[in-house]
């Protein structure tokens, strides 16, 4: 089982880094390289994904394509949600990520992977060989385009209907 750690500090509000963080089409930017997609198969395709809300990514990683359906398992708007892999190649993955808001008005947002990868005897070799470095870079990759878009205006292309609120309470 691998487990991951991994903190950025983003310099926008605790409530726009959560809402991004559950964006599939934030989810998608940060992995164009994999060609991913979110499936219609009964689950959500777009916009930000709810608590018991399921989504089906279908991506390419070495060199195969693959589905993974994840399901929100829990959730503490604005500072908490887990993902829960429910169908895919892994024999566990969960993502907890945990918001915590900073003094500067920015935002630490920490997140915790654990991974069982297939096939229980070959399982730990691939962790230790490649899986470990492969899945960090995922993320690291994840959390700095989320960093970009929530310390830009881009920000708003992804979450309609908040920039106007944010105007709003500024007044």
Not at 16 to 43: I, K, M, P, T, Y
Not at 72 to 81: H, V, W
Request: glycine fraction near 8%; charged fraction near 20%; proline fraction near 4%.
């Amino acid at each position: 089982m691998i487990r991951l750690e991994e903190t950025t500090i983003i310099e926008a509000p605790i409530e726009r880094c959560f809402d991004l963080s559950r964006s599939v089409e934030v989810h998608l930017l940060s992995n164009v390289h994999s060609g991913e997609q979110a499936l219609a198969v009964g689950g959500v395709t777009s916009g930000l994904v709810g608590l018991s809300e399921e989504v089906t990514w279908r991506a390419k990683h070495f060199g195969i394509w693959q589905n993974l359906t994840s399901k929100i398992t829990a959730m503490e708007s604005p500072c908490y949600f887990q993902v829960t892999m429910v169908r895919g190649i892994f024999r566990f993955m969960q993502a907890d990520h945990v918001f915590e808001s900073l003094e500067s008005g920015g935002t630490e947002m920490k997140d915790v992977f654990l991974i069982g990868a297939p096939l229980p005897l070959l399982g730990p070799l691939a962790e230790a060989l490649f899986l470990r470095r492969y899945m960090l870079a995922l993320l690291r990759e994840r959390n700095a385009v989320i960093k970009r878009v929530a310390e830009s205006s881009e920000w708003e292309q992804y979450l309609p209907g908040t920039s106007q609120r944010s105007k709003d309470a500024a007044l």
